[in-house]
């Protein structure tokens, strides 16, 4: 299907434990995010790329791992899951340019136990 | 550091009525985008309205409005003639390069 899709949608996970949290869009768009969502905090960012093996910090990067080797995927990794870590992920992404609107995934509530 | 502050955690309004949503931020740079995010009960992040700072003009779509003060770093959104599928979250945000900081969102809904 077209557009910005996660997985797992939803995901149990013990205290460390290694995570991944999946990407993928289909409209070739140059950059891609990861967000977390939390009450009280809106979403904050944890990571970007600009572009295939381009990734830059973001506000909340600790503890997680990014890379990105295709354009379509970014994938995040928790090495080791904390129970802090247990919230709502979204991925977006957006073309280089024009509006600057950022296209969001439909999100992965990650639990941490 | 760039922070968005919205604060009303709730807001209500009456359907067909008018509702302003606050937002103020901070930020020492001129050039900047700010935008309003809604997020219904099925948590799908939904662009409302964008505002490029070096715009005076104020952004419109539709039924949604801003009230962009750049000297007060305030940056409202106006719902008219409210639906009830304008219930849900609202988020205002801040972006300059691609660094977005949200705010913490308003609880707006609807009341038949």
């Known amino acids: 299907d077209a557009g910005i899709t996660q997985s797992p949608r939803y995901k149990i996970t013990e205290t460390g434990r290694q995570v991944t949290l999946m990407c993928h869009q289909t409209?070739?768009?140059?950059?891609m995010f990861w967000y977390r969502q939390d009450l009280g905090h809106g979403l904050r960012l944890i990571y970007y790329?600009?572009?295939?093996?381009?990734?830059d910090k973001g506000e909340v990067p600790d503890g997680y791992v990014v890379s990105r080797s295709k354009t379509e995927n970014f994938p995040l990794t928790l090495e080791s899951a904390t129970r802090s870590q247990t919230s709502v992920y979204f991925c977006?992404?957006?073309?280089?340019?024009?509006?600057?609107?950022?296209?969001f995934g439909p999100g992965t509530r990650l639990t941490v136990t | 550091a760039q922070t968005v502050t919205q604060s009303q955690p709730e807001m209500s309004v009456q359907e067909a009525e008018t509702v302003t949503l606050s937002c103020t931020y901070d930020?020492?740079?001129?050039?900047?985008?700010l935008f309003w995010y809604k997020q219904p009960p099925s948590r799908q992040m939904i662009l409302v309205i964008r505002?490029?700072?070096?715009?005076?003009q104020n952004a419109t779509e539709n039924r949604f409005s801003v009230n962009f003060q750049k000297a007060a770093k305030s940056f409202s959104l106006k719902i008219s003639d409210s639906q009830l599928g304008d219930t849900a979250m609202y988020f205002c945000?801040?972006?300059?390069?691609?660094?977005?900081?949200f705010g913490a969102g308003t609880r707006l809904t609807v009341k038949p």
């Open positions: 977006a992404s957006r073309e280089a340019g024009g509006l600057l609107e950022q296209y």
């Open positions: 409209w070739s768009h140059s950059y």
């Open positions: 790329s600009a572009a295939a093996d381009i990734t």
């Open positions: 930020t020492s740079e001129s050039n900047y985008y």
């Open positions: 505002q490029e700072a070096y715009k005076q």
């Open positions: 945000a801040f972006m300059i390069f691609n660094d977005m900081r």
